[in-house]
């Protein structure tokens, strides 16, 4: 019976993470894409009129959706229709009341800012919110199945039709409301595709007890969500305040692409692991198992991403953004070595919302907010790069707040951590050095593909020679599998 429910986990997570890769690859990469060629289209000055309002959209959706959501999939086993029922009307009037508040702020936005064009901007922009406040069950409900097929469509004709609508404004003319409108689509059509699969509509039911119960966990959540949310786009919001547009076009643009990277592998196999993780919560060694193997792969992946990506920044931004965006490639830079550490701090917290430890996550959260303060403050007069490698440096130390308390009830620290992922760091870096040494002047389509081509060479065969076993114990299997589909 042990076994039987083994294998169904291991199939429903490789079923889930293809399905939720082939969601990134083809909506993530594919939404990138269109955005860097509007900003191409529209400049530095239009797209960080946008990057300002960023911190107000995050905020909001981290209050309105990520507790109740998590708390919902933390009580997968559980769940009964009173309890989504009362969340779904929970979130709806949040959403309600956080798009009202920021409709009647907005004044107070643009004089932060000392931008008045802010105020129609996001009184527009701002409607996502309540989209998104309207599928904060269906999602859960979704990934709970580990449905991520379903996810994957909605997202794939969302981003499909937004890209057409935000690419021909921005084609006409429209400039920062190409960016506006092509969000709004995409959040619009997301949604009734999520309500499509999901086939799911709430009851007339409201519990109070359900909601203090999962309110209970779901607030913690919410908070650390919201303070982590504040802390990590301060330094835009900051920008925003203190240096002009186009400057915010840049620190936004670096952001944007660091993230997007980051969250392209992490975020994936975090997804798909959370409701497999509250599944054997009970179970602390296949939890550790679980938790162990998802930092190996992550790290696997994810360093040489975005090393690579930082040692090819100047042919990308030259090829892909033009001339305009020259004074992005420091920043981003600097961002994608901040940006190599945290996924892991992401599975640090993600692994204590399975076991059910939110006032563990919200702990950890507050306890980085003075550190990074600090640091943002010291380095506002160096300018967007010194804010940049400021970033660089409260990643690393928030690596180790991140794994303190995981290290604590699994014996898993940071230098454990450390340890497993010791080899891809080593090849990491040497496939750094490499690639920067390489020149070549004819085209920058040959330069980029090339360097990313020997980039790839040189960390998989700096791996081999460091007999790294996971790696080469993961490719026996898919190599066995060919051959036996092969011979079939």
Not at 139 to 144: D, P, S
Not at 184 to 194: D, E, H, M, R, W
Not at 316 to 331: A, C, E, H, Q, R
Request: proline share 2%; glycine share 6%.
């Amino acid at each position: 019976m042990e076994f039987i429910l083994i294998t169904s986990l291991r199939q429903n997570a490789i079923h889930g993470f293809i399905w939720s890769i082939s969601d990134r690859l083809i909506n993530q990469l594919g939404y990138l894409a269109v955005t860097v060629f509007i900003a191409r289209l529209i400049g530095p000055e239009s797209f960080g009129l946008i990057g300002m309002l960023t911190i107000f959209i995050l905020l909001a959706e981290s209050a309105v959706n990520n507790g109740f959501a998590q708390a919902l999939i933390q009580r997968s086993q559980q769940l009964t229709e009173a309890d989504s029922s009362t969340i779904f009307y929970v979130s709806f009037g949040w959403g309600i009341a956080v798009y009202a508040l920021l409709y009647f702020i907005a004044p107070l936005i643009a004089d932060f800012y000392n931008n008045p064009v802010l105020i129609e901007i996001s009184r527009v922009l701002f409607v996502i919110i309540l989209i998104n406040s309207l599928t904060v069950v269906a999602r859960a409900k979704l990934t709970i199945d580990i449905d991520f097929k379903s996810q994957a469509i909605a997202s794939t004709i969302a981003t499909l039709f937004s890209s057409i609508v935000g690419v021909y404004l921005a084609l006409e003319g429209y400039g920062y409301w190409s960016l506006v409108w092509l969000l709004i689509v995409k959040s619009s059509l997301n949604a009734l595709g999520v309500w499509f699969f999901c086939r799911w509509l709430p009851k007339l039911i409201f519990s109070v007890e359900s909601f203090r119960s999962l309110f209970k966990f779901g607030s913690n959540l919410m908070l650390a969500g919201f303070v982590a949310t504040f802390v990590n786009n301060l330094y835009v919001a900051l920008v925003g305040r203190y240096f002009n547009t186009a400057q915010v076009g840049y620190f936004t643009q670096a952001t944007t692409l660091s993230n997007n990277l980051s969250q392209l592998i992490s975020s994936t196999l975090q997804g798909v692991t959370y409701p497999i993780m509250t599944s054997v919560k009970e179970d602390n060694q296949r939890l550790v198992n679980i938790y162990t193997q998802l930092i190996s792969i992550t790290m696997l992946v994810s360093l040489p991403m975005l090393i690579g990506f930082a040692a090819v920044a100047e042919d990308f931004v030259k090829l892909t953004l033009g001339n305009d965006w020259l004074p992005v490639i420091p920043v981003l830079v600097a961002l994608c070595f901040a940006r190599t550490i945290t996924p892991i701090s992401a599975i640090n917290l993600n692994i204590l919302n399975a076991v059910g430890r939110s006032d563990l996550f919200l702990k950890v959260d507050l306890s980085k907010l003075p550190m990074t303060l600090g640091a943002l403050f010291i380095a506002l007069p160096y300018g967007i790069e010194g804010l940049a490698w400021a970033m660089v440096c409260t990643s690393f130390i928030a690596f180790f707040i991140n794994a303190y308390f995981p290290g604590k009830l699994f014996g898993f620290g940071g230098i454990a951590q450390l340890r497993v992922a010791y080899k891809y760091i080593i090849a990491s870096a040497i496939m750094y050095f490499a690639v920067s040494l390489i020149s070549i002047s004819h085209s920058l389509w040959l330069a980029l593909l090339g360097k990313i081509f020997f980039g790839a060479v040189i960390y998989m065969t700096i791996l081999v020679i460091l007999r790294d076993v996971f790696l080469l114990k993961n490719a026996r299997l898919v190599v066995l599998k060919i051959r036996n589909r092969l011979y079939k």
